[in-house]
């Protein structure tokens, strides 16, 4: 699967899981790498997405789902007038991931 395709999967929730090239998501969560660099978090009323960057790859899956959401880039993001998304560093993500979540299939359905 492309990255650009596991983007747009994971905003429509098509698939509960999926993979790209090192661009992955599980239930709720995407991940650019592995699980220390959370893209993004699906809650149930909004968007929370990473602000801070890790590589030229990781920007560039940023990127995608960025482009997805209809942004032009992150900092787009911030003047969204809908508050629909909340823009955290990646501490704060995990924070959320690690205390919002208790297992793995609230990941995946309870915030859907």
Not at 11 to 33: A, H, P, Q, T
Request: charged share 25%; glycine share 6%; with cysteine.
């Amino acid at each position: 699967m492309k990255n650009k395709e596991v983007v747009e999967d994971f905003i429509r929730g098509r698939w509960i899981d999926s993979k790209g090239s090192n661009l992955f998501s599980e239930g709720n969560i995407l991940y650019s790498y592995g699980r220390h660099f959370p893209i993004a978090v699906r809650l149930k009323d909004c968007w929370v997405v990473n602000n801070r960057t890790y590589s030229p790859t990781t920007s560039a899956h940023q990127g995608h789902f960025t482009r997805a959401l209809g942004f032009k880039n992150l900092k787009d993001m911030i003047n969204n007038p809908d508050n629909e998304i909340l823009l955290m560093d990646t501490d704060g993500l995990k924070y959320i991931i690690d205390n919002h979540f208790k297992s793995k299939s609230e990941i995946m359905f309870d915030n859907l």
